[in-house]
């Protein structure tokens, strides 16, 4: 684990300005590399953001990186392009199980039966829940295993020449600071170009969906979507540089914080890592794998919120 | 008879002009109190009726006049989030006349016209269907194609704002896509829905028929022109995804039983449909149905699907209003559906058969079938 601390924070309110008063007091005053790759196509409107960072900036531009891969190789962006494809009908099939899963175990809590009987149930739920999260987890890893010992792509020209650039960019940097976005795009192009692995030994900075691909699990979530309802799903493995954690930002637009039921399953659910919802102005500090601090929520598995909790 | 409060308090006070000015001063039309509406006219004439779609009531009803003044008035109960479309009759001379109501500013355009709109209690417009100047707007254009099937065709066409070439987009094919545009505020809700990351960028294509009674009545041509001409053709001019998953028919009354019956003609290849206040009349014995000879080959379609229902689609989301003479049909047809595997939605609302109803049913209905980014991206 990275002795170098990983600190990750909530929504970046005034554009990066709490990134930015961590990085102070980290004592970073030299250049930092920049990830926004999940903007995307707007990647490189970071002027804002380089402003509340405050410091000389480097963006490594990852998404404009991989569509210049996409254009100069084309066997591997076909082949690319097939595995984004089967995860994507992967997930659907997934949410689909997710939805039976949900639905009975509704159905089995308005059964007038003995409430001990109904509490066993609902462990059997979080438990088919578990099973199914765990299930797709593995055969994620097993897709993105099996296509990088497929196409090797640390050996593949193009990306050997990206990724020698980023490494001598985030060489000369002091940290690495990752912003949110798009998390699967973010998530895909860290690792086309193995930066978590180019960045080995430099503090990082991460907020939103940026600290969502250093945890162990991506998980997706949101109590209002305009469909009605959609149970959090786990989208994939991270880096795991900060274990244990399942990390939810913006919580005041997307969890439903009075929903103690709700709450404790999700929490039951993630056991043992825990459940933080990560809104503006707070922050999780690792620093060779374990919680140094925090000052965030967490979600409880009785359905409690812990206010400020401070960390293990 | 019920009556109002506010009727109620007008009949009891005095009868002078200055108190019937202050009633109209002092209240918005129609009027709704909790669960009841009151209609109000005022003038002079022989009778004055109240118009309207509401399936169940009776679609005329007269107003009563307030004894002593011009003042007409109905009451009767509209249960909360109802949404109403309506005219008045006014009879003068023995000749009657339909009228907007001219104490409501709410109106409802359709290719007929316009309807007075009343709201129930606790509907509101939803403001996802306004402009807003924070959603960049899409390009629409017009394009002409030669079809096989119907000859030379037009079809518009909407790109969404950040549209590129070398992005894949699904797409999305609107049965009477002109009138979606023009009644239902498509182009808005399209801009606003991906601006918000609720539905993804998708290329919509807005179709409009010159005969659709007979088109759209589960005619075989017209499934052909969808699946051989049109989307063969966009998926040529367009970055388009060429999947099931992909590919999306919508429409609503007729155009929901064309959007269903192509489906049904070519299984697998629309992935998704949006079924609004589908005509998919049906017998249970014989053939004839009591809605005339434009549905016979509709009856005959869903006889047909009915008796060997099978999975046409992944998803399918349908929804009706209440008010509706069509909401038997489509409660009909939901089970059907769902029995043949395919994730199916039902939706019914308190409104009628009209563009507003299928406009506000936009919302659920496309980010069900095309969910956004929303719950990918975290900013």
Same mark, same amino acid.
């Given at each position: 684990m990275s002795p170098a601390p990983v600190i990750l924070l909530g929504p970046q309110q005034a554009g990066g300005g709490h990134a930015g008063a961590v990085l102070r007091e980290l004592g970073v005053t030299g250049p930092v590399a920049l990830v926004t +790759?999940?903007?995307?196509?707007?990647? +490189?409107?970071d002027a804002a953001l380089i402003a509340a960072l405050g410091l000389p900036v480097v963006n490594l531009r990852l998404h404009a990186r991989s569509e210049a891969v996409f254009a100069g190789d084309a066997p591997l962006t076909q082949a690319y392009k097939a595995r984004q494809e089967l995860l994507r009908h992967l997930q659907g099939f997934y949410r689909v199980r997710l939805d039976y899963i949900d639905d009975a175990a509704r159905a089995i809590s308005v059964r007038h039966v003995e409430p001990e009987l109904l509490e066993q149930e609902w462990q059997v739920s979080v438990d088919l829940f578990r099973q199914i999260d765990s299930d797709h987890l593995e055969r994620c890893r097993k897709i993105h295993a099996e296509f990088e010992d497929r196409w090797r792509l640390g050996e593949r020209a193009i990306i050997a020449r990206h990724r020698s650039e980023i490494a001598a960019v985030i060489g000369a940097s002091a940290a690495v600071v990752i912003a949110g976005g798009h998390v699967a795009s973010l998530l895909n192009r860290m690792k086309l170009f193995d930066v978590v692995g180019l960045a080995a030994g430099k503090p990082m900075v991460a907020w939103s969906a940026g600290a969502m691909v250093l945890t162990e699990r991506i998980v997706l979530f949101h109590d209002y979507p305009p469909y009605g309802k959609a149970i959090a799903q786990v989208l994939d493995a991270g880096f795991g540089l900060a274990p244990g954690l399942v990390v939810l930002p913006d919580p005041l637009r997307r969890i439903r914080m009075d929903d103690t039921l709700g709450i404790a399953r999700f929490a039951q659910r993630m056991a043992p890592s825990t459940c933080v919802a990560m809104g503006q102005g707070t922050q999780v500090v690792f620093e060779h794998g374990r919680i140094l601090r925090a000052s965030v929520d967490r979600l409880t598995t009785s359905g409690e919120v812990d206010r400020s909790w401070a960390g293990p | 008879m019920t009556i109002g409060r506010a009727i109620v308090e007008l009949a009891a006070g005095p009868k002078t002009k200055e108190a019937v000015d202050a009633f109209f001063a002092g209240n918005s039309f129609p009027i709704v109190d909790g669960p009841r509406i009151t209609f109000v006219w005022r003038g002079e004439a022989e009778a004055v009726h109240l118009k309207h779609w509401v399936f169940g009531l009776p679609s005329s009803q007269r107003l009563a006049r307030v004894d002593g003044t011009d003042v007409w008035h109905l009451t009767f109960e509209l249960p909360p989030e109802s949404r109403v479309e309506y005219k008045l009759e006014v009879v003068r001379g023995g000749h009657g006349e339909w009228i907007q109501d001219?104490?409501?500013p709410n109106l409802a355009r359709d290719p007929f016209g316009a309807n007075s709109v009343a709201h129930g209690a606790s509907y509101q417009v939803p403001e996802w269907i306004r402009p807003d100047p924070t959603a960049p707007a899409g390009r629409m254009d017009e394009i002409f194609f030669d079809s096989a099937v119907f000859g030379r065709r037009s079809v518009g066409i909407y790109l969404p704002a950040r549209f590129r070439r070398t992005r894949r987009y699904p797409l999305l094919v609107v049965h009477d896509g002109h009138d979606y545009l023009r009644y239902a505020s498509l182009g808005t809700v399209l801009d606003n829905l991906i601006a918000r990351l609720e539905i993804p960028d998708m290329v919509v294509a807005l179709t409009s028929s010159p005969d659709r009674l007979n088109e759209y009545a589960s005619n075989e041509r017209h499934g052909r022109f969808l699946t051989e001409d049109l989307v063969p053709h966009l998926e040529r001019l367009f970055p388009v995804e060429p999947q099931p998953q992909a590919r999306c028919l919508m429409g609503a009354s007729f155009g929901a039983v064309a959007s269903l019956s192509a489906a049904w003609q070519r299984p697998g290849f629309f992935g998704r449909l949006l079924l609004e206040s589908g005509s998919f009349a049906f017998t249970d014995i014989g053939d004839r149905n009591h809605r005339g000879p434009l549905f016979d080959p509709i009856v005959a379609f869903i006889n047909q699907f009915r008796a060997n229902p099978m999975a046409v689609a992944e998803r399918v989301f349908v929804t009706c209003g209440m008010y509706e003479s069509l909401i038997y049909e489509n409660r009909s047809l939901v089970p059907m559906l769902q029995s043949t595997g395919m994730d199916v939605r039902y939706v019914e609302v308190r409104d009628g058969h009209n563009w507003e109803n299928w406009r506000d049913r936009l919302r659920e209905g496309l980010s069900w079938l095309f969910p956004g980014p929303l719950l990918l991206v975290y900013e």
């Open positions: +790759a999940g903007w995307q196509e707007r990647e +490189a409107d | 001219p104490l409501n």
